[in-house]
């Protein structure tokens, strides 16, 4: 994923939590914030110490940012977005956390059909 696409700073991670949207399931928290003067979508990953080491916390982003590189072009409108792996994500694969993260997105109605 390009980094004109991921969320950086801590001010920006900031305002989507105090000002966005949030929904969640057993895996993923996702935090989202509407950003008219945008172009595209932008994310943020967080994924606690508790899940697991270092190497399974980046496991997990790399599966979150390719299922989101995957869902791009269906992503409605250009947002910001956190996502918060819970502690389950430690356990899965790609397909599940892809399957879980477009659930997620479907059912907030944030993926054109």
């Not at 697991?52 to 790399?62: C, D, L, Y």
């Not at 956190?82 to 944030?110: F, Q, W």
Request: charged share 35%; glycine share 6%; proline share 2%.
């Amino acid at each position: 994923m390009k980094k004109q696409f991921r969320i950086k700073k801590n001010k920006e991670f900031q305002s989507t939590f105090k000002y966005g949207k949030t929904f969640a399931n057993r895996q993923l928290v996702i935090y989202y914030l509407k950003k008219e003067d945008q172009e595209h979508f932008r994310v943020g990953l967080s994924v606690g110490k508790k899940i697991g080491n270092a190497v399974t916390r980046n496991r997990i982003k790399r599966y979150l940012r390719q299922a989101f590189q995957e869902l791009g072009v269906a992503i409605r409108y250009p947002l910001d977005i956190v996502i918060i792996a819970r502690n389950p994500t430690k356990d899965m694969g790609y397909e599940d956390i892809k399957k879980s993260l477009t659930h997620l997105l479907y059912k907030e109605k944030l993926l054109k059909k």
